[in-house]
């Protein structure tokens, strides 16, 4: 009896060493070659582990899983890229400010309570400090290469603004704009009353006097995001009239339209910090890919990933 259960707990040994080596075995295998550098399934795991800690500040639950999904077969792509570029940055001798580094993980603290909340989100990505600040460290590497290689050529010419706004006079139009008072009450009964006393015409100054209010100026444009509740209510109004009591969480609001200023055609003053910023990344992203595939044509890449 005592035989067969070492025999059986050697057999449990065998299978655990074997399941651990071909877990490491699959983590270190080589998916892919850039001029003399490897990229593994490992560094492909703790890349999407990063670009998903990344996009968390800007997406939430299922929102993240989907832009996650979408990005999933481009990453390997993305990760030789990175790859060529940080070569280029190292030939260059590129540096980095490791406060910067530093600045940036303090950022990324701010969005967790406590600091072991913020390590306990890095294990759950299979990484751990250290591993993000190498991965900012490489993000501030790419920036100063592409800062030296292409942002610091780029040129717009006044005459090129000129003529991108002339060509485009159409889009350069601000949104018809509504000016609202929005006043906030306690409960619902004070919110009747306010709203149509209003409506009858009292002042709304003599009204804040009576009751306990906060009132707020706001623009309102097809370019605002206002709750549904509140959007619907605004839209049916007309300039100098008040609308019914809308309940925004535990208070109530009544909303009076002032005005309706329409849209208009912006100058090309008022344009030009637009048409100059779109242009510049237009040449930026340009640039950047001339120069991406000029680092593939001159380098050895091979996938090896199926």
């Known amino acids: 009896m005592i035989k067969r259960v070492i025999f059986i707990l050697t057999l449990v040994t065998i299978y655990n060493m074997q399941y651990a080596n071909a877990k490491i075995y699959a983590q270190d295998k080589i998916i892919a070659v850039v001029n003399n550098d490897v990229i593994t ?11 998903r800690m990344q996009l968390s500040k800007e997406y939430k639950g299922n929102a993240l899983e989907i832009k996650i999904e979408s990005i999933k077969n481009d990453l390997l ?5 990175d790859r060529l570029i940080l070569q280029e940055a190292k030939n260059n001798k590129i540096l980095v400010d490791e406060s910067r580094v530093k600045a940036r993980i303090n950022e990324i603290k701010k969005h967790y309570p406590t600091d072991s909340e913020f390590q306990s989100d890095l294990a759950k990505q299979g990484m751990v400090q250290a591993d993000l600040e190498k991965k900012i460290r490489e993000q501030f590497l790419m920036r100063n290469i ?15 603004v000129t003529n991108f706004y002339n060509e485009n006079k159409k889009e350069f139009v601000t949104f018809e704009e509504k000016e609202l ?3 906030t009450l306690e409960n619902l009964d004070q919110a009747n009353s306010f709203s149509y006393n209003l409506m009858r015409g009292e002042k709304l100054e003599n009204l804040a006097m009576r009751y306990p209010v906060t ?9 605002t995001e206002l709750k549904k509740e509140i959007e619907s209510e605004v839209a049916k109004l007309k300039a100098g009239e008040v609308s019914s009591p809308v309940k925004i969480e535990d208070k109530y609001c009544v909303f009076r339209l002032n005005a309706i200023i329409p849209p208009k055609e912006l100058t090309l003053i008022e344009s030009q910090e637009k048409i100059y910023e779109f242009l ?5 992203l340009e640039g950047l890919a001339k120069w991406l595939d000029e680092l593939k044509k001159n380098s050895y890449i091979e996938i090896l990933q199926n």
């Open 215 to 223: 009132i707020n100026k706001i623009n309102f444009s097809e370019s």
């Open 280 to 284: 510049f990344n237009s040449k930026m």
């Open 146 to 160: 592409i800062d030296l290689k292409i942002k610091s050529k780029i040129i717009v010419r006044p005459d090129e």
């Open 77 to 81: 792509d993305k990760l030789i890229e």
């Open 181 to 183: 008072d929005a006043i």
């Open 41 to 51: 399934q490992k560094d492909l795991v703790d890349f999407s582990n990063f670009m």
